[in-house]
């Protein structure tokens, strides 16, 4: 309704031109109110059918729900995210309901069958998640909250049961079908822990069994996003695919739109094949824009397009806009398309293989400046040598990929040559991984422990913007307005830790079974 009268505004204020912003204001206003609607909507927790509305008696409540997503096996536990379907004090009083369950199964041989899709029944108490009773630590409760999971039980034995398995299709359903398979034919071929897992996750997103020293690793040397299925995989694909289609020397009309359906249908089924997580389904909205775009023969603009494909995500589900994976894989594409060519340009090499080494180390130095203040936010640390990670690892991830796809096209059909291919990918996946562990062992190869609050990586992005104004308008006045912004960080920095060194402090923490205790006392030194 406010889009209608929007436009019959428009038309009765063309041409005045001091009412030009009534427009504006009219849309902006529109739009915040539809965010607000499409938010308050997609919290379960506002639904009136939502099971936690029902008042559980003393012993516990009855619930029904199906398996959301593929079970994640834990070390004495199974850990399910059950869609609800009824609830009630017994079996014979079941209401209608929904929401979703964190449902913890003991771990056996029954647990460990269930899938997506399966329908269970069991009884026992809901709970919300606890904050975290240690200062500073993750608060798991919030992030489940912004996956709407706002409750979560932990269920013996006895008390559930299996109703009945998955009888209907699928989509999702079968992508997780597929994506054990895969993972079973590339644990034959990738016979040492380091490499099956690292593969796994590269290839399908499947991170349960990457060990911890691994996945330190990854992060300590600014490479996590190799291990992580993201937007860079997904675009790997494109340019694989889109490869092989222009071999293609048909000329019809229709081949363009056959083409497009054929990617479309490729790039979502891997995005459902990895999980869909929130960076793999922004890079296949984005580039299925460009796909229809193309295929229907329309001009392209980078900044609509990755603004549109933001926009589609939100209405889906507005709480991955505080994903922190969806906020670096926009802000890294971002820093990408803007920084990039212009970084490329500083420095220009006549030698091919040198012109694509320094290409590429743009890249990963524009995506680095881009994201620099909220990796410095929410992880505390920076990777010196982020730029020889990622000149080995992104052309080499992709080659990884290429072989992994290939991999399993060729298991089923041809024994040795996937062999041969199995190998290959498995040197591949050494040489990384061998890689990442020389890296994580250079010299000051990660400074570590630096704390910025969220007004520091504002104004730290009020300065990129006023560096990017300053490009833009070749205006001097932007780069005195970023070193001010700088300033004030600065100093802002240097006040808190002023503050620290003056502290006197004693934190007691909790320790599953145990207490521990840190004493800080400094006294700030005066000269006499």
Same mark, same amino acid.
């Given at each position: ?22 427009? @504006? ?17 997609? *919290? ?15 012993? @516990? ?7 959301? #997503? ?5 070390? *004495? ?15 014979? $009083?079941?209401?209608?309901? =929904? ?13 460990? $069958? ?24 993750? #608060? ?7 996956? *709407?999971? /706002? ?10 049961? !299996?109703?009945?398995?998955? #009888? ?16 079973? =034919? ?5 016979? =040492?822990?380091?490499? +099956? ?40 694909? +494109?340019?694989? !695919? ?31 094949? =990895? ?41 889906? #589900? ?16 971002? @820093? ?20 694509? !080494? ?73 040489? %990384? ?8 062992? &250079? ?5 570590? %422990? ?32 970023? &070193? ?8 802002? +920095? ?5 503050? /620290? ?17 840190? +004493? ?9």
């Amino acid at each position: 309704m406010a889009l209608v009268v929007l436009q019959l505004l428009s038309q009765k204020l063309r041409g005045l031109y001091r009412y030009r912003w009534l427009p @504006g204001l009219l849309l902006s206003t529109a739009l915040l109110v539809l965010g607000y609607g499409v938010t308050w909507q997609h *919290n379960e927790l506002n639904h009136a059918s939502h099971f936690s509305k029902v008042e559980p008696p003393e012993d @516990g409540m009855v619930l029904v729900g199906e398996v959301a #997503d593929a079970p994640v096996r834990k070390e *004495n536990w199974v850990k399910i995210e059950l869609g609800m379907s009824a609830t009630g004090p017994t079996t014979d $009083s079941l209401e209608p309901a =929904t929401g979703s369950l964190l449902l913890y199964l003991q771990r056996d041989s029954a647990a460990e $069958s269930l899938a997506y899709g399966d329908q269970l029944v069991i009884s026992g108490k809901a709970s919300t998640v606890e904050p975290p009773e240690n200062p500073h630590a993750f #608060d798991y409760g919030r992030y489940l909250h912004f996956q *709407n999971i /706002h409750y979560q039980a932990f269920v013996k034995n006895e008390n559930w049961g !299996l109703v009945k398995k998955r #009888d209907w299709f699928s989509p999702y359903g079968t992508a997780i079908s597929l994506q054990n398979q895969f993972t079973e =034919t590339l644990r034959k071929h990738l016979k =040492t822990e380091n490499e +099956f897992a690292v593969g796994a996750a590269l290839i399908f997103g499947y991170r349960s069994e990457v060990p911890e020293e691994v996945l330190t690793a990854y992060s300590q040397t600014g490479a996590m996003h190799i291990l992580a299925v993201s937007g860079m995989h997904v675009g790997i694909l +494109f340019l694989i !695919l889109n490869f092989f289609f222009k071999q293609v020397k048909w000329q019809h009309g229709s081949w363009r739109l056959l083409k497009a359906v054929i990617l479309l249908v490729l790039i979502w089924s891997f995005a459902l094949v =990895t999980g869909a997580s929130p960076s793999v389904m922004r890079s296949a909205v984005m580039f299925s824009f460009v796909i229809i775009g193309d295929g229907l023969g329309r001009n392209k603009n980078f900044y609509n397009t990755l603004t549109a494909s933001a926009f589609c995500l939100l209405l889906y #589900d507005p709480y991955w806009l505080l994903s922190v994976s969806f906020q670096l894989s926009y802000l890294a594409i971002l @820093g990408i398309v803007y920084f990039q060519p212009k970084i490329a340009g500083l420095w220009a090499i006549e030698n091919r293989v040198g012109n694509y !080494l320094w290409e590429l180390n743009s890249v990963s130095l524009a995506a680095q400046l881009m994201t620099l203040p909220f990796t410095l936010l929410y992880f505390h640390q920076f990777p010196i040598y982020f730029w020889l990670s990622s000149l080995v690892l992104v052309p080499l991830s992709a080659a990884e990929l290429a072989g992994g796809l290939l991999l399993l096209v060729l298991d089923p059909l041809w024994a040795a040559g996937a062999g041969v291919v199995g190998w290959l990918l498995w040197a591949m996946l050494w040489l %990384g991984n061998q890689t990442v562990m020389l890296i994580q062992h &250079l010299p000051a190869a990660l400074l570590n %422990g630096i704390w910025i609050g969220g007004i520091s990586a504002l104004l730290l992005y009020l300065g990129l913007g006023s560096v990017m104004a300053a490009i833009s308008s070749r205006k001097f006045r932007w780069v005195l307005a970023s &070193l001010a912004l700088l300033l004030v960080v600065g100093v802002s +920095f240097a006040f808190s830790e002023f503050h /620290h060194q003056k502290n006197r402090q004693v934190t007691v923490y909790s320790v599953y079974k145990h207490s521990a205790s840190i +004493f800080l006392m400094v006294k700030s030194l005066v000269a006499h």
